[in-house]
């Protein structure tokens, strides 16, 4: 069975700062996906990134990457810049590729102007 | 750009009631799931479905059922809603091939009284 886990339920970061988001998870599947999505107020889960296991390469997009870890299974956000605009629930998603996306529990991040 | 549409956002029913949560994609996504999120339990899956009247448990499936005619509508049922069954409820679909992106509904903040 796969889990993942967010051990950080709420984190604060200034306005242009650089801020780092946890994710650890565990799966028996060779071949699987990781992702972070981002919920914002209006609650429409968006997809901020992603990395396949197979790629040694760390995934980024614009201000936001990824520190993966396969032998750690650590999968960590960073967010670079801060922008109000950042605050939301950010969750931890993996997924073998199969059917079933499994969840952490979520980081709600705050942006202090 | 793929749309998932929830037929509501806000419902209030009454304990015993019978509840359709509706939700369609426009993408011809083989798969489609239904999640339940509360706070600090991340997202929960349900149900999902792989193809039309196919569908198997998730996590959680006690108190509901689901039902998939067509490929773009994905209906969840609470057979005889209960208090417990307060939450918000993610819809969403995915594509099996190439990367299994899920994209979700806006989702419904259900509440029973």
């Known amino acids: 069975a796969q889990t993942v886990t967010q051990s950080q339920p709420e984190m604060s970061v200034q306005e242009a700062e650089t801020v780092t988001l946890s994710c650890t998870y565990d799966t028996s599947e060779s071949d699987y996906y990781l992702f972070w999505y981002k919920q914002p107020p209006s609650r429409q889960m968006i997809l901020v990134i992603r990395?396949?296991?197979?790629?040694?390469q760390n995934a980024t997009e614009n201000r936001f990457s990824v520190n993966f870890q396969k032998a750690a299974k650590s999968f960590s956000l960073k967010i670079s810049d801060s922008q109000l605009g950042d605050a939301a629930m950010y969750f931890c998603a993996c997924t073998s590729g199969t059917y079933k996306y499994i969840f952490g529990t979520g980081t709600r991040l705050k942006v202090l102007a | 750009d793929v749309k998932v549409t929830q037929s509501s956002r806000y419902l209030v029913k009454r304990t015993g009631e019978k509840v359709f949560l509706e939700c369609v994609q426009d993408?011809?996504?083989?798969?489609m799931f239904w999640y339940r999120q509360d706070p600090g339990l991340g997202l929960r899956l349900i149900y999902f479905?792989?193809?039309?009247?196919?569908?198997e448990k998730g996590d959680i499936p006690e108190g509901y059922s689901v039902s998939r005619e067509k490929k773009e509508r994905f209906s969840l049922i609470l057979e005889s809603a209960s208090t417990n069954q307060t939450s918000m409820y993610l819809c969403?679909?995915?594509?099996?091939?190439?990367?299994?992106?899920?994209?979700f509904g806006q989702g419904t903040r259900l509440t029973v009284v």
């Open positions: 993408m011809d996504h083989e798969n």
């Open positions: 969403a679909s995915s594509y099996p091939g190439g990367l299994p992106e899920a994209f």
């Open positions: 990395q396949e296991a197979y790629k040694q």
């Open positions: 479905s792989y193809d039309v009247k196919m569908k």
